[in-house]
């Protein structure tokens, strides 16, 4: 099998397994609102917070997650899944802090790097994307 096809397989991997993480923790927005709530107010000293509001960044994150999922505006799609797992990441510190104790949020740097390799190889990863139909734009 020729690099390039190997390399275009593990990058779709890498894609659907960052979009089942994500899209879990945007289900969970809309499931367990009251979690969300909690983990806000914990990670990024954000409460008070209504329902309607984790909807609707839930919602957002959907659509940002879809459009990531199939390929489409991988700059910006990857970009900004990339600085979100980031801000997640980046805001646990504290469960760094004691590793023995949180060994979970350890993965989380296994799919920040994930994510930051999608974003840098995002013009090789070709399996299963929209392409767009204008001649001579390329992402």
């Known amino acids: 099998m020729p690099a390039d096809e190997r390399v275009s397989r593990a990058l779709l991997l890498l894609r659907l397994s960052v979009f089942l993480v994500m899209f879990m923790w945007t289900m969970d927005k809309f499931f367990r609102p ?19 509001v984790f909807y609707a960044i839930g919602v957002a994150e959907m659509l940002l997650l879809l459009a990531f999922v199939v390929g489409f505006q991988k700059r910006f799609t990857y ?10 990441t980046l805001a646990a510190f504290r469960q760094y802090l004691a590793p023995l ?39």
């Not at 009251?34 to 309607?52: D, E």
């Not at 999608?118 to 139909?133: E, F, G, H, N, Q």
């Open 34 to 52: 009251s979690h969300t709530a909690q983990v806000y107010t914990y990670f990024y000293s954000i409460g008070g917070l209504g329902n309607g």
């Open 79 to 88: 970009g900004a899944v990339l600085v979100l797992h980031a801000m997640s």
């Open 101 to 139: 104790s949180n060994l979970l949020f350890f993965a989380a740097w296994l799919m920040l790097a994930s994510c930051f390799a999608l974003y840098t190889l995002r013009d090789l990863d070709t399996r299963w994307v929209v392409r767009r139909r204008l001649e001579g734009v390329t992402e």
